[in-house]
């Protein structure tokens, strides 16, 4: 007879209508809890929890938050006892190919409004610990042509040089610009630093004739649009 004490739970373990796989494949992904599909990418659990008992409390400790989750870094992932190397990297893996699947997607859009300038750069800049600066250039029909990592900073700010902006709109045969930019801290206001860049970016593309849309701040849970705002 095996020590339980000893012994790690599996899927396997589980009644067969609780088991994530089966589950999965009767039901679709849909009708998965985000704890189920922790587990599934888990596989097993430890000693004393199935994967789907680990999976929740893991989920718990990030406040049941996906992207905070997300933004754990392997070694983090790996102080929850039952979680190794190889599943930390799994769960990082999976979490990657979400957030690349949206951004290619994001590349098809047209852009209409601000939220659509959101869902197009969100998913380059919200999970970030640092600041980066980032520009959409644009064709007269609004189609984005190209996303483009200006420059990258430290927590609080970043080095805007307006040069190789304009270099990339007019390589790029834009007609028009959006820029954006992340604030790590979570605050929704620009600075006063992210008016005046602002305004310095817009006159130099008026000299080559490419209109500002707009300028994005994102934060992890929204954005601020300062052509919503009469700031441009």
């Known amino acids: ?124 800049l919200q999970d970030l610990k640092h600041e980066e600066f980032w520009i959409l250039l644009l064709d007269h029909q609004n189609h984005i042509l190209k996303k483009h990592r200006s420059s990258k900073g430290g927590l609080t700010s970043t080095t805007v040089d307006l040069r190789p902006i304009i270099k990339e709109a007019v390589i790029n045969s834009a007609t028009q610009m959006i820029i954006a930019h992340n604030h790590p801290s979570g605050s929704l206001s620009p600075s006063q ?11 130099g593309l008026e000299l080559i004739d490419i209109k500002l849309l707009d300028h994005l701040i994102i934060t992890n849970d929204s954005y601020y649009s300062m052509a919503d705002h009469g700031l441009i």
């Open 1 to 124: 007879m095996s020590n339980k004490s000893n012994y790690t739970y599996s899927i396997k373990d589980l009644a067969l209508e609780d088991r994530p796989r089966e589950k999965y494949k009767l039901k679709g992904a849909k009708a998965l809890s985000d704890s189920e599909l922790v587990a599934i990418l888990l596989r097993s659990g430890n000693t004393s929890e199935t994967a789907i008992e680990l999976a929740q409390r893991i989920l718990k400790y990030y406040n049941n938050n996906l992207i905070t989750l997300s933004k754990s870094s392997v070694k983090e992932l790996e102080s929850f006892r039952g979680v190794g190397e190889t599943k930390a990297v799994t769960l990082k893996a999976a979490f990657e190919l979400g957030k690349r699947r949206h951004i290619r997607n994001s590349d098809l859009v047209t852009i209409h409004n601000s939220e659509d300038v959101n869902k197009a750069i969100r998913f380059e």
């Open 193 to 203: 630093e992210d008016i005046v860049v602002t305004k310095k970016i817009n006159t």
